[in-house]
């Protein structure tokens, strides 16, 4: 079973940056692509990004527009993900997740379901 713990949120200006981490302990994360997805208040949760096992391959939501950078360490269990030039409409928790895949597609992040064990979510605040 896998363990995915995140952190690094917290009040970011408009235009600031964060760097969220997603650190994960049991069997398997080598294995399997790592996505992030964000729940902004009354939404559903939708994915940001997503990188494949082995790292060679990202995916970015739209809405991104070049602004956050995914990477993974998998020799630390570690999933990153660094935001720059937040917006105040990218408030909320962002939850990392491991999917039941080693690829990493457009489909597979705007799928919640094929993302098999999650954390526990960090909260971000784009605010002034």
């Known amino acids: 079973q896998l363990q995915l713990v995140e952190s690094g949120g917290g009040l970011v200006q408009p235009g600031g940056s964060a760097r969220l981490s997603c650190v994960a302990s049991g069997i398997g994360f080598n294995y399997f692509a790592i996505g992030w997805f964000r729940q902004a208040p009354g939404k559903e949760r939708e994915g940001v990004s997503c990188i494949s096992s082995s790292g060679d391959v990202t995916k970015y939501a739209d809405s991104t527009e070049g602004r956050f950078t995914i990477s993974r360490d998998n020799a630390e269990k570690t999933i990153y993900l660094q935001l720059d030039n937040l917006k105040p409409e990218e408030t909320g928790i962002y939850y990392c997740?491991?999917?039941?895949?080693?690829?990493?597609?457009?489909?597979?992040?705007?799928?919640?379901?094929?993302?098999?064990?999650w954390g526990q979510g960090t909260k971000v605040t784009v605010s002034s």
């Open positions: 997740a491991e999917a039941y895949w080693a690829d990493c597609t457009s489909a597979i992040l705007n799928t919640a379901h094929f993302f098999n064990y």
